[in-house]
């Protein structure tokens, strides 16, 4: 059983920044395929970004302003967020699976992903 514990969510004015954190453990997390998804009220849970060993994959809309990353000797999952909208409002969770990775939309859909962090509400004011 894999857990993860997110943190750094806050409020930020548009076009700051926030880095984003997610803690793992119960499992070799560098053998995990690590995730990110975000849902705001009221809309349905959207895919942000991917990465497997090094590889990384990124939703159109935040393509060039957000950086997924990983450090497996801290078992630690970060998503760098830059130059934030006011449409980035959502509640931030990680997600972890086992398998290949496949950079593609596969890495899209909730339901292929097995483990879920609680989540980490993130604000951006206009």
């Known amino acids: 059983q894999v857990q993860l514990v997110e943190s750094g969510g806050g409020l930020v004015q548009a076009g700051g920044s926030l880095r984003l954190s997610c803690a793992a453990s119960g499992h070799t997390f560098s053998t995990l395929v690590m995730g990110w998804f975000r849902q705001a009220p009221g809309k349905e849970r959207e895919f942000v970004a991917a990465i497997g060993w090094t590889s990384t994959y990124y939703a159109d809309s935040v393509k060039g302003r957000f950086t997924i990353s990983r450090d497996n000797a801290k078992n630690t999952l970060y998503l760098q967020m830059n130059k934030l909208k006011p449409e980035d409002t959502a509640v931030y969770s990680c997600?972890?699976?086992?398998?290949?990775?496949?950079?593609?939309?596969?890495?899209?859909?909730?339901?292929?992903?097995?483990?879920w962090g609680q989540g980490t509400q993130v604000t951006v004011s206009s």
């Open positions: 997600a972890a699976r086992s398998g290949p990775y496949y950079g593609s939309t596969y890495e899209t859909k909730p339901y292929n992903w097995d483990y």
